[in-house]
């Protein structure tokens, strides 16, 4: 489907507009350049209340203004009739198909609001055979679900931020519930639950009419509703665990180039608690240095001293001049008996008696001396030995100091650089998403036991409901009456069972189509070519991208990158389920660079040689970066501004 | 109708999931095109409880 004409009547600031969206031979690209407030969100609320009846972007001032164009309400007489309709001219393949969505309001002057008096809308069509046909109201809606459906509406229309932040918006379960309505499995599983009920009102009747047969049937009823109950649980369960996945992946996106801070600062702690008990260590050497330096210092000085005392009393040892061999008793003896070894008489007070007495005390004193030289020999021998050692004492302790020095200086190195690691990094946001990683870790793990466990109650269940079936196939076969009842049965529930089974393969062959798709659509236009490795959408109906280095990285590309996947998510959404409608994007470059823009100007013109690509630009998002791609391309390009008043839109054709 | 392809797809994998059981594919093809046909009908139970016969009546199970 291609939008051909817009034409708005009264809708908001759309007083009286129509855009026509004529294709180039090659490419079919419009362009709508607006200022904030002039009309471009409001563009794709008129495209969604024409086929909806709603409108999902509607800004809050909005919402409190009538859909009704002011000035026409302003300008209208009292009791008139004015209507606002929104008329979505479209093509599919040759046939012309016509939207028309109106309302028609009754203009009361004393009431702010005008009164909603009656509502429209039709689908007017060209039959088989070419003849106008149209539609209203229910049956309008149900047609227009056959060609854009509501459910899935997000993945054609959206704006720009949308874009940005599809994947974090667009989960697993979104996807999912998109690729449930694509492969028309909803369809599907609405047959297998009307298959059930009706295949247990027969089983019912039969019961009724045998209390054995009602009995089993009760059984399998309550097995059942217990297996319902357990299913929806594990589809609980597993939403949680997919919401717990991609925070999971969120967080290691946002942390993978972040260092684990957490463990690092408790590395640094034990690096500083090290630190401290080393340090005391050498501070307790630096003061045995000290204090060796100190004691020795002293007896340093002395040791000139020392040596020549030493050699002085070496030398009289040596000359045996000390110890002294002099025997005082001769002279005492003198004293006493007052004769000299001549005979000669010592008189009292003689010269001779002081001369001897002179020569007792002079041999007294030098007997002293000697001896306390000879007592001095052992100590100043030890001091010399202290001596001698001090120069490798003093080695040691130095070089224990130097390499306890060199020790510190290299936990300080360390200390340092888990400083410079954890720099620059907001430390308690970082633990914060270090926490979080541990809960969601934690939340996830613990619902794969829970769902695993379940599936193993679940897997009981329907043994026991089979068991339980042919009992009562069994019951039934006993009696003739029960024959028919007992086909229908076995039938409906055979019917049950194969479409079950094509709801998985439609199910896994739609996501393999769409994962195909995305990833061709997505390296096809893709202006890194060896940055990414793939493209693939998970079990969980999770889209992943993979960096050519091997880890998830779609947190991590850039706004132009992300818009790029989503945008080629979406082609493939368009081609695989056939729904081909055009893609509307609001502000599609406003959080993107300059040099991206140039990127993405690239890729929007080779969407639109394939599909019709209708873009709706802020004047100072459409920089010469975009615009010397697409000004030489686009089918169509318009301004829109507002009147002086504010209340009225204008279109200027640029081309 | 836009969504062709993929009701191609749906018709091809019940023949392939129901190979060899011809009124079982006819059953749930006919129901099928029902329900897309006559979206949210509330007399489905009626509808459903005539085709099972219908069907039925062809089909040989194993007992």
């Given at each position: 489907m291609r939008i051909e004409r817009i034409d708005l009547k009264n809708y908001r600031q759309f007083r009286s507009v129509c855009i026509d969206f004529g294709r180039s031979p090659k490419e079919d690209l419009h362009i709508l350049v607006a200022d904030n407030g002039t009309g471009k969100t409001n563009l794709l609320n008129a495209i969604n209340w024409c086929l909806y009846g709603n409108e999902p972007h509607l800004s809050k001032d909005s919402q409190?203004?009538?859909?009704?164009?002011l000035n026409t309400l302003v300008q209208a007489t009292e009791g008139t009739k004015e209507i606002v309709s929104v008329e979505l001219v479209t093509e599919t393949e040759g046939n012309r198909i016509t939207f028309k969505r109106s309302e028609e309001y009754l203009v009361h002057k004393d009431r702010k609001q005008p009164v909603l008096h009656d509502i429209n809308f039709t689908v007017t069509y060209l039959d088989d055979k070419k003849n106008a046909k149209w539609v209203i109201d229910e049956e309008a809606t149900a047609y227009v679900e056959r060609f854009v459906p509501r459910d899935i509406r997000e993945f054609f229309f959206f704006d720009g931020e949308r874009l940005d932040t599809y994947f974090k918006s667009a989960t697993g379960q979104q996807i999912s519930n998109a690729i449930f309505r694509i492969s028309q499995v909803d369809t599907l599983n609405r047959i297998s639950d009307r298959l059930e009920s009706v295949v247990n009102d027969l089983k019912r009747e039969a019961g009724k009419r045998s209390p054995q047969i009602e009995e089993i049937r009760e059984a399998i009823e309550d097995k059942e509703k217990k297996r319902k109950e357990v299913m929806e649980q594990i589809a609980e369960l597993g939403v949680q665990k997919e919401d717990a996945r991609r925070k999971i992946d969120e967080l290691n996106e946002k942390l993978?180039?972040?260092?684990?801070i957490e463990a690092l600062q408790a590395e640094q702690a034990k690096l500083r608690e090290t630190y401290k008990k080393k340090d005391q260590v050498r501070n307790e050497k630096v003061i045995d240095k000290q204090n060796l330096l100190f004691e020795l210092g002293i007896l340093l000085r002395l040791y000139p001293t020392l040596q020549v005392s030493s050699q002085v009393i070496s030398e009289k040892v040596k000359n045996k001049e000390i110890p002294q061999t002099y025997d005082t008793r001769l002279l005492d003896n003198i004293l006493i008996t007052?004769?000299?070894?001549?005979?000669?008489r010592v008189e009292e007070g003689s010269s001779e008696e002081k001369h001897i007495k002179q020569l007792r005390a002079d041999i007294a004193t030098s007997s002293v001396i000697a001896r306390e030289l000879l007592q001095m020999i052992s100590p100043i021998e030890q001091i010399k030995k202290k001596i001698s050692t001090f120069k490798s004492e003093l080695e040691r302790i130095t070089k224990e100091i130097q390499l306890y020095d060199e020790e510190l200086n290299d936990l300080n190195v360390k200390i340092q650089s888990i400083d410079s690691q954890i720099g620059g990094y907001n430390v308690e946001q970082v633990k914060q998403w270090y926490s979080e990683l541990k809960d969601y870790q934690r939340i996830y793990d613990f619902n794969i036991e829970r769902i695993t466990n379940l599936k193993l109650a679940k897997e009981r269940l329907d043994k026991e409901i089979a068991d339980l079936n042919q009992d009562l196939n069994k019951a039934l076969l006993k009696e003739a009456v029960f024959q028919e009842v007992r086909h229908q049965i076995a039938f409906g529930n055979r019917a049950s069972g194969v479409v079950n089974n094509v709801v998985k393969t439609m199910m896994d062959r739609v996501r393999k189509a769409i994962e195909n798709e995305t990833r061709d659509s997505f390296f096809n236009l893709v202006w890194k070519k060896e940055t990414f490795k793939d493209v693939y959408i998970d079990e969980n109906y999770a889209l992943h991208l993979i960096h050519g280095l091997g880890y998830e990285c779609l947190g991590s590309v850039s706004a132009s990158e992300r818009q790029l996947l989503a945008l080629s998510f979406v082609i493939a959404l368009h081609k695989v389920s056939g729904f081909d409608s055009p893609i509307l994007v609001d502000t599609p470059v406003a959080r993107v660079s300059n040099e991206q823009r140039e990127n993405l100007g690239k890729i929007f013109y080779q969407i639109s040689r394939n599909k019709q690509l209708i873009l709706l630009f802020l004047p100072t998002e459409y920089s010469v970066e975009i615009s010397r791609n697409l000004d030489t391309c686009a089918s169509s390009m318009r301004k829109l501004r507002l009147t002086k008043d504010e209340r009225e839109i204008q279109m200027e054709v640029i081309r | 109708m836009p969504s062709m392809n993929i009701a191609k797809q749906i018709s091809e994998v019940i023949k392939e999931q129901a190979s060899n059981d011809e009124s079982l594919q006819e059953f749930i093809l006919a129901i099928l095109k029902w329900e897309l046909t006559t979206k949210g009908a509330f007399q489905f139970k009626e509808n459903y409880r005539q085709m099972i016969k219908q069907y039925s009546s062809k089909w040989e199970d194993a007992k």
């Amino acid at each position: 489907m291609r939008i051909e004409r817009i034409d708005l009547k009264n809708y908001r600031q759309f007083r009286s507009v129509c855009i026509d969206f004529g294709r180039s031979p090659k490419e079919d690209l419009h362009i709508l350049v607006a200022d904030n407030g002039t009309g471009k969100t409001n563009l794709l609320n008129a495209i969604n209340w024409c086929l909806y009846g709603n409108e999902p972007h509607l800004s809050k001032d909005s919402q409190q203004l009538p859909r009704l164009n002011l000035n026409t309400l302003v300008q209208a007489t009292e009791g008139t009739k004015e209507i606002v309709s929104v008329e979505l001219v479209t093509e599919t393949e040759g046939n012309r198909i016509t939207f028309k969505r109106s309302e028609e309001y009754l203009v009361h002057k004393d009431r702010k609001q005008p009164v909603l008096h009656d509502i429209n809308f039709t689908v007017t069509y060209l039959d088989d055979k070419k003849n106008a046909k149209w539609v209203i109201d229910e049956e309008a809606t149900a047609y227009v679900e056959r060609f854009v459906p509501r459910d899935i509406r997000e993945f054609f229309f959206f704006d720009g931020e949308r874009l940005d932040t599809y994947f974090k918006s667009a989960t697993g379960q979104q996807i999912s519930n998109a690729i449930f309505r694509i492969s028309q499995v909803d369809t599907l599983n609405r047959i297998s639950d009307r298959l059930e009920s009706v295949v247990n009102d027969l089983k019912r009747e039969a019961g009724k009419r045998s209390p054995q047969i009602e009995e089993i049937r009760e059984a399998i009823e309550d097995k059942e509703k217990k297996r319902k109950e357990v299913m929806e649980q594990i589809a609980e369960l597993g939403v949680q665990k997919e919401d717990a996945r991609r925070k999971i992946d969120e967080l290691n996106e946002k942390l993978r180039s972040i260092p684990n801070i957490e463990a690092l600062q408790a590395e640094q702690a034990k690096l500083r608690e090290t630190y401290k008990k080393k340090d005391q260590v050498r501070n307790e050497k630096v003061i045995d240095k000290q204090n060796l330096l100190f004691e020795l210092g002293i007896l340093l000085r002395l040791y000139p001293t020392l040596q020549v005392s030493s050699q002085v009393i070496s030398e009289k040892v040596k000359n045996k001049e000390i110890p002294q061999t002099y025997d005082t008793r001769l002279l005492d003896n003198i004293l006493i008996t007052r004769q000299c070894i001549c005979t000669r008489r010592v008189e009292e007070g003689s010269s001779e008696e002081k001369h001897i007495k002179q020569l007792r005390a002079d041999i007294a004193t030098s007997s002293v001396i000697a001896r306390e030289l000879l007592q001095m020999i052992s100590p100043i021998e030890q001091i010399k030995k202290k001596i001698s050692t001090f120069k490798s004492e003093l080695e040691r302790i130095t070089k224990e100091i130097q390499l306890y020095d060199e020790e510190l200086n290299d936990l300080n190195v360390k200390i340092q650089s888990i400083d410079s690691q954890i720099g620059g990094y907001n430390v308690e946001q970082v633990k914060q998403w270090y926490s979080e990683l541990k809960d969601y870790q934690r939340i996830y793990d613990f619902n794969i036991e829970r769902i695993t466990n379940l599936k193993l109650a679940k897997e009981r269940l329907d043994k026991e409901i089979a068991d339980l079936n042919q009992d009562l196939n069994k019951a039934l076969l006993k009696e003739a009456v029960f024959q028919e009842v007992r086909h229908q049965i076995a039938f409906g529930n055979r019917a049950s069972g194969v479409v079950n089974n094509v709801v998985k393969t439609m199910m896994d062959r739609v996501r393999k189509a769409i994962e195909n798709e995305t990833r061709d659509s997505f390296f096809n236009l893709v202006w890194k070519k060896e940055t990414f490795k793939d493209v693939y959408i998970d079990e969980n109906y999770a889209l992943h991208l993979i960096h050519g280095l091997g880890y998830e990285c779609l947190g991590s590309v850039s706004a132009s990158e992300r818009q790029l996947l989503a945008l080629s998510f979406v082609i493939a959404l368009h081609k695989v389920s056939g729904f081909d409608s055009p893609i509307l994007v609001d502000t599609p470059v406003a959080r993107v660079s300059n040099e991206q823009r140039e990127n993405l100007g690239k890729i929007f013109y080779q969407i639109s040689r394939n599909k019709q690509l209708i873009l709706l630009f802020l004047p100072t998002e459409y920089s010469v970066e975009i615009s010397r791609n697409l000004d030489t391309c686009a089918s169509s390009m318009r301004k829109l501004r507002l009147t002086k008043d504010e209340r009225e839109i204008q279109m200027e054709v640029i081309r | 109708m836009p969504s062709m392809n993929i009701a191609k797809q749906i018709s091809e994998v019940i023949k392939e999931q129901a190979s060899n059981d011809e009124s079982l594919q006819e059953f749930i093809l006919a129901i099928l095109k029902w329900e897309l046909t006559t979206k949210g009908a509330f007399q489905f139970k009626e509808n459903y409880r005539q085709m099972i016969k219908q069907y039925s009546s062809k089909w040989e199970d194993a007992k």
